[in-house]
Structures are given as C-alpha cells and as structure tokens.
C-alpha cells in the first residue's frame, strides 16, 4: 500500500534538502527542494508501490537541481555559495566553511556522486541508474570526489580515516 | 575520510523544513494537487484529526481511531496525495472550536460524505436533522430513513459515520436510554450530550 504523501516529507525531507545543499549550493537549496517534492507529489500516484522513495525524490532532485544550476548559468550569480547558516554539525576540527568550499568545488559528476552515495545514501547502481553509465563509473566519480575533498579539505586530511 | 549527511546538515534544518512544508501545501493546493489536506485540534474529547478534499471535509478522526491508520485508509481510499496543510482546514477548526466553546449549534461546512456510501451515507445525510440538545433512539432514525426495520444497520452507519461530532451520530442512543457504542468511545458520547445538554 502506498502511504501518504505526508510520510515522504517527513522521512525523507531532511536529506532532500542536504543533497539539494550539496549540488546547487545552500543558497537554491530551498528552491530546489520545493520543485522537488511539487514535482513528487504530482508524480506519486503513479510511483509502483514497491518502488524505494528516497532514490525516486534523489532522482528528481537530480533533475531539478539541473534546472537550478542551468538557470543560474544564465544569471551572473556566483557559482558554489555557502550556506548561510554554518553548520554547528561540521567534523570537529574543520571550519564548517571549508568543506562547503571544497564540494563546490569539486566537478559536477563527482559532487553528485558523492552527494548522492555519502549524503543520501544510495547504493551505486542507483547512483548509476540517476547519473547515466555503469555502477563502476559511479563508484569511481564517488571515489575521485572523495579523493578530491580529501587534498583540498584540512579536516578531513587531518583525519585521515578510511571511507 | 568520513563524509556523512551529517557534515552538511545545518542547526536550523528543523525551522528551514518546517517552513519548507508550509510551502509545500501552499503551493500544491495552488496547482490543484492537494487531493487530502488535514490537520489536528485539541478539544475536550481529546486531539481531533480533520481532513478535507477539495469539496469538503470528509473525515473528523478520534485519537483512539488511530490517526496513522486514518491518513492510511484517506491515502487508499481518497488519493495518496494527503499533506498535512492546516489552511483549507481553517473554518472548521474555528466552528469546532465554537461548538465545543458552547458558542455553536450547527455547523456550516461543505461535507464530501465519499467515504461512506449506499444506507450508510443515507442515514448519514440524514443525521444532521437531530437537531442540538436532542436526541434519537436508532429505531427512530431507521424509520426517519424509510426503513423501520433497519435497525442493526443504522447502528452500523452510526458506528462507521466518517465525520463524527459534525454529523452528530451522538444524538442517537439505544431504546432504553442509554447511550450506546460511540466511535470515539462511550466517554466521549458522554461529553458531547452534557455539552449540548448545558445549553
């Protein structure tokens, strides 16, 4: 049975939102989110009941979020903003602002790779299944993303833990 | 390295979702999407959920009722589109209010009775002729409804009315007086006949 709308907002609003933080910046997050879940609403009656939820609202974040971006391209609007609110949740040890920095930094395939695996939690062939390619490619943009955070993000190399 | 949804979550992520929501239903019930909007009250007969399609209110739900198992029967009966949206719920959260402020005899609400149908929905329709302060035996009623010997079956329609306390099946009580089963328990029936009774 399908449960109501109501329920995928509350389960999964939260992570829509990070994701929605990782890939347009805090700043469109909001926008994006709310085209989101309008679009997910709009579309719910037809999602197959056993379908898994979060990576259906990923999914369409990932479209939207696409739409944030282009539109933005086509407006002087700096590219990668922080969010306006620091995080009080950072790793210890790390200014909040830095790993803003370095995820916006990182190239589009691989912040949605890492967004969609490390924030979300989807499993790489879905990941795949949202990004285009193989399961392997997926993987690889994951890891070169996290690869990437960890040269340019002093917290994380100061921690130095394995992913 | 450890990146996990925490590091990008925020301390004001909860006001952020919170208005995120409003938003949501704001803007649904603007692109005709908002098939079930509800919301919940408190009131004397503990929290009331309340819920209404775009042609009315079609269900008022006890806490015993269950109000998870409420919003999952509206999601396959109605639409799956349910959001909890106070706005459209605003003029019967104020006439309830003034019904159980004693400032209030009749409601004036659009009702969608499609959750009941056939004999159920009949006697349903009917219900709201018992006017405040009085009251009915079941037998009474199946005769108001054309149908004497429908007895057992208006206690049914009584039992599975979807809109307690606006369509008032408390008003109906057992031959001999007492008051009968209530979908909102016999407290509850209690509590709404010695409301009306004081006025």
């Known amino acids: 049975m399908k449960q109501p709308f109501e329920q995928l907002v509350e389960q999964h609003g939260g992570t829509v939102l990070r994701v929605c933080r990782v890939i347009v910046g805090g700043h469109d997050a909001e926008d994006a989110w709310s085209e989101t879940f309008l679009a997910a609403m709009r579309a719910y009656p037809d999602l197959p009941d056993d379908a898994n939820a979060e990576a259906w609202l990923v999914t369409i974040a990932h479209r939207k979020a696409i739409d944030v971006l282009r539109a933005r391209k086509r407006q002087p609007a700096p590219v990668g903003d922080i969010p306006e609110a620091p995080t009080t949740l950072g790793v210890p040890g790390a200014e909040d602002g830095d790993l803003w920095r370095a995820v916006a930094a990182l190239p589009e395939k691989q912040r949605q790779a890492v967004a969609y695996h490390y924030v979300a939690g989807l499993a790489y062939a879905e990941i795949a299944g949202i990004l285009g390619g193989t399961t392997d490619a997926a993987r690889r943009a994951a890891a070169d993303g996290v690869k990437n955070l960890r040269k340019n993000y002093p917290g994380a190399a100061a921690e130095g833990a394995p992913s | ?199």
Do not use: W
């Open chain 2, 1 to 199: 390295m450890n990146i996990s949804a925490g590091d990008f979550a925020s301390a004001t992520d909860t006001d952020t979702l919170s208005r995120l929501r409003d938003r949501l239903g704001l803007a649904a019930e603007a692109e005709g999407l908002l098939d079930v909007a509800y919301t919940t009250i408190d009131s004397p007969v503990g929290t009331l959920l309340l819920a209404a399609t775009p042609k009315g209110l079609v269900r008022v739900a006890y806490d015993i009722e269950d109000h998870d198992r409420v919003l999952d029967t509206l999601s396959r009966r109605i639409s799956p589109r349910v959001l909890r949206a106070p706005r459209r719920l605003e003029v019967a959260a104020r006439e309830l209010g003034e019904y159980f402020g004693g400032q209030r005899q009749v409601f004036d609400l659009p009702l969608d009775l499609s959750l009941s149908t056939g004999f159920r929905q009949l006697v349903q329709r009917r219900l709201p002729e018992i006017g405040y302060g009085q009251t009915r035996t079941y037998g009474q009623v199946a005769q108001l409804v054309g149908n004497p010997r429908a007895v057992r079956a208006v206690g049914t329609a009584c039992a599975t009315n979807p809109l307690p306390v606006v369509v008032p099946c408390h008003r109906v009580l057992k031959a001999d007086g007492t008051p009968g089963g209530y979908v909102g328990g016999p407290g509850a029936k209690k509590t709404l006949l010695l409301l009306e009774a004081a006025a």
